[in-house]
T-cell receptor, first 113, second 107 residues
Framework: DGGITQSPKYLFRKEGQNVTLSCEQNLNHDAMYWYRQDPGQGLRLIYYSQIVNDFQKGDIAEGYSVSREKKESFPLTVTSAQKNPTAFYLC????????????FGDGTRLSIL | KNQVEQSPQSLIILEGKNCTLQCNYTVSPFSNLRWYKQDTGRGPVSLTIMTFSENTKSNGRYTATLDADTKQSSLHITASQLSDSASYICVVSSRDWGAGTKLIIKP
C-alpha cells in the first residue's frame, strides 16, 4: 500500500537533547511538509521541500532543521534550541502544490521528560 | 493577518442526525478551500476541495458549500454515523489552517 510512514509514534526528549523524527513516503510525491499541531490551534508549517536537496522555512522554523537527500525521506530534527517542543508532529506529501491534496502520516507525539 | 475561524469548537449529536460545521476566513488571495477529517491520533484525510467558481460539492454523506463573497464555507454531514466522530478542519489556499471542530457522535 502506498502511503506515508512516520516513526516513532511517541518520542520523549530530555533537556538539551536533539531528536530526529522520521518521515518516509512511497507515493512518488515531489513535495513534502512538516507541521506542528497544538491543542486549539491550526496546523503550523515548519519546513517544506518541493524537490530533492532543496527545502524552505515555513512559519515556525526556529529550533528545527530538516534534510531532503532522497525523494522518499524528509526527516525533521527538533534541536535543543526549540524551547517548547511538546506537540503532535505531522508529515505530509503531495504531487505538487496548488490544488493537490496533502497526504499525511499518522504523526509523532513528542513530549519532554 | 490571514485567519481561518471554525465553529463550533465542539459538537455532540446523536447517531443518525445531521449537522453543519462552519468555516469563515479572511485569507487573501484565495485559491481553494479544502476540508479534512482527522481521527484522534491520526493524520488528516482530505474530504473535498472547492475552488472559487464552485459553491457546492458532495462526497457521499458530506456536502461542502462555499460563498466566496462572504468568505464562508460549511460542511454538512447527513445521517451521521459513529465513524464520523473526528475533528474536521478547513484549510484555505493550501496554507492557512483552522483549529477544527471536534464532532462526537453518540449512539
Amino acid at each position: 500500500d502506498g502511503g506515508i510512514t512516520q516513526s516513532p509514534k511517541y518520542l520523549f526528549r530530555k533537556e538539551g537533547q536533539n531528536v530526529t523524527l522520521s518521515c518516509e513516503q512511497n507515493l512518488n510525491h515531489d513535495a513534502m511538509y512538516w507541521y506542528r499541531q497544538d491543542p486549539g490551534q491550526g496546523l503550523r508549517l515548519i519546513y517544506y521541500s518541493q524537490i530533492v536537496n532543496d527545502f524552505q522555512k515555513g512559519d515556525i522554523a526556529e529550533g528545527y532543521s530538516v534534510s531532503r537527500e532522497k525523494k522518499e525521506s524528509f526527516p525533521l530534527t527538533v534541536t535543543s534550541a526549540q524551547k517548547n517542543p511538546t506537540a503532535f508532529y505531522l508529515c505530509a506529501s503531495s504531487m505538487g502544490q496548488g490544488n493537490q491534496p496533502q497526504h499525511f502520516g499518522d504523526g509523532t507525539r513528542l513530549s519532554i521528560l | 493577518k490571514n485567519q481561518v475561524e471554525q465553529s463550533p469548537q465542539s459538537l455532540i449529536i446523536l447517531e443518525g442526525k445531521n449537522c453543519t460545521l462552519q468555516c469563515n476566513y479572511t485569507v487573501s488571495p484565495f485559491s481553494n478551500l479544502r476540508w479534512y477529517k482527522q481521527d484522534t491520533g491520526r493524520g488528516p484525510v482530505s474530504l473535498t476541495i472547492m475552488t472559487f467558481s464552485e459553491n457546492t460539492k458532495s462526497n457521499g454523506r458530506y456536502t461542502a458549500t462555499l460563498d466566496a463573497d462572504t468568505k464562508q464555507s460549511s460542511l454538512h454531514i447527513t445521517a451521521s454515523q459513529l465513524s464520523d466522530s473526528a475533528s474536521y478542519i478547513c484549510v484555505v489556499s493550501s496554507r492557512d489552517w483552522g483549529a477544527g471542530t471536534k464532532l462526537i457522535i453518540k449512539p
